[in-house]
């Protein structure tokens, strides 16, 4: 992951025409988790008509409570499949167990390590064999030098694909749901030659800093944001306090626009 053996920049195609770390803003966006079909066609054309380049949606949830909703599994994977064929949007989702990677991989086009399974070193070794790009999300107690370590198992294992992540890290002030550790992004640019994007929503939890912090993002250097968003945030099964809707997503892909073309 290190400059030192890979002194220029890495840009990873994440599907045919959608690249992070070539100098353009990709953002990626979409539900926390896959809830029905109406749900996800919905949110999906809205966001592609906004002008997100890919789309979001988690099937497997990693929930810190066991009893809340854990993701509709593989039928969340179908209706993302579908979503992908109405939109043209490449799908991002969450792989959590080894022996999922080998069966999920050919269904979506970007496979996500979430902050839970950052370490889970069986995790990064199976996907270092895929042939699928990786957006790999610091651990929210991981130090920058744990976290690029984890992203060099992946790279090890012969898959260079690899995407971080940065999306809160535990403080003392619970007033954020995470903090938001802007400061890694041109740190970790300076130290590898992997594209890396920002994650404002779990960062923040809250719907209101999601704009002015991914505005943050890009002009701190970020490649690309990740960002929830559904139709009807207030029915959302997961993370709605922090999804913004189409119309505040909207918004905010015209002010990035506005900013990304002025920087
Ligand atoms: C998510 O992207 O929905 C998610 C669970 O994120 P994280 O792993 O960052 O909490
Ligand atoms: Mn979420």
Same mark, same amino acid.
């Given at each position: 992951?290190?400059?030192? $053996?890979?002194?220029?920049?890495?840009? $990873?195609?994440?599907?045919?025409?959608?690249?992070?770390?070539?100098?353009?803003?990709?953002?990626?966006?979409?539900?926390?988790?896959?809830?029905?079909?109406?749900?996800?066609?919905?949110?999906?054309?809205?966001?592609?008509? @906004?002008?997100?380049?890919?789309?979001?949606?988690?099937?497997?949830?990693?929930?810190?409570?066991? !009893?809340?909703?854990?993701?509709?599994? @593989?039928?969340?994977?179908?209706?993302?499949?579908?979503?992908?064929?109405?939109?043209?949007?490449? =799908? =991002?989702?969450?792989?959590?167990?080894?022996? #999922?990677?080998?069966?999920?991989?050919?269904?979506?086009?970007?496979?996500?390590?979430?902050?839970?399974?950052?370490?889970? !070193?069986?995790?990064?070794?199976?996907?270092? @064999?895929?042939?699928?790009?990786?957006?790999?999300?610091?651990?929210?107690?991981?130090?920058?030098?744990?976290?690029?370590?984890?992203?060099?198992?992946?790279?090890?294992?012969?898959?260079?694909? =690899?995407?971080?992540?940065?999306?809160?890290?535990?403080?003392?002030?619970?007033?954020?749901?995470?903090?938001?550790?802007?400061? $890694? =992004?041109?740190?970790?640019?300076?130290?590898?030659?992997?594209?890396?994007? $920002?994650?404002?929503?779990?960062?923040?939890?809250?719907?209101? /800093?999601?704009?002015?912090?991914?505005?943050?993002?890009?002009?701190?250097?970020?490649?690309?944001?990740?960002?929830?968003?559904?139709?009807?945030?207030?029915?959302?099964?997961?993370?709605?306090?922090?999804?913004? #809707?189409? #119309?505040?997503? #909207?918004?905010?892909?015209?002010? /990035?626009?506005?900013?990304?073309?002025?920087?």
């Amino acid at each position: 992951a290190s400059r030192e $053996v890979f002194p220029g920049t890495t840009s $990873v195609e994440l599907a045919p025409g959608v690249v992070l770390g070539d100098g353009s803003l990709t953002v990626m966006a979409g539900p926390c988790a896959v809830e029905s079909r109406e749900q996800m066609l919905r949110t999906a054309r809205g966001v592609k008509a @906004s002008g997100a380049r890919a789309l979001r949606g988690g099937a497997f949830k990693p929930r810190s409570n066991p !009893y809340a909703f854990q993701g509709l599994g @593989s039928e969340g994977i179908a209706l993302l499949m579908e979503a992908r064929r109405a939109t043209g949007l490449p =799908v =991002v989702t969450e792989v959590m167990a080894p022996e #999922d990677v080998e069966w999920l991989a050919p269904h979506v086009d970007v496979l996500q390590v979430g902050t839970r399974n950052m370490q889970n !070193y069986s995790l990064l070794k199976a996907l270092g @064999s895929v042939d699928r790009p990786v957006l790999l999300k610091r651990g929210m107690a991981a130090t920058v030098d744990e976290w690029l370590q984890a992203a060099e198992y992946i790279l090890a294992g012969g898959n260079q694909r =690899v995407v971080l992540c940065e999306r809160g890290i535990r403080s003392f002030d619970r007033s954020t749901r995470n903090t938001l550790d802007l400061s $890694v =992004v041109p740190l970790v640019k300076s130290l590898s030659h992997l594209p890396v994007v $920002v994650d404002p929503s779990h960062a923040t939890g809250r719907r209101e /800093l999601v704009a002015p912090m991914s505005l943050a993002a890009v002009a701190a250097g970020a490649d690309g944001l990740i960002l929830e968003v559904h139709a009807r945030p207030e029915e959302a099964l997961c993370d709605g306090p922090q999804s913004l #809707d189409l #119309d505040q997503f #909207d918004a905010l892909m015209k002010a /990035l626009s506005r900013l990304h073309g002025a920087l």
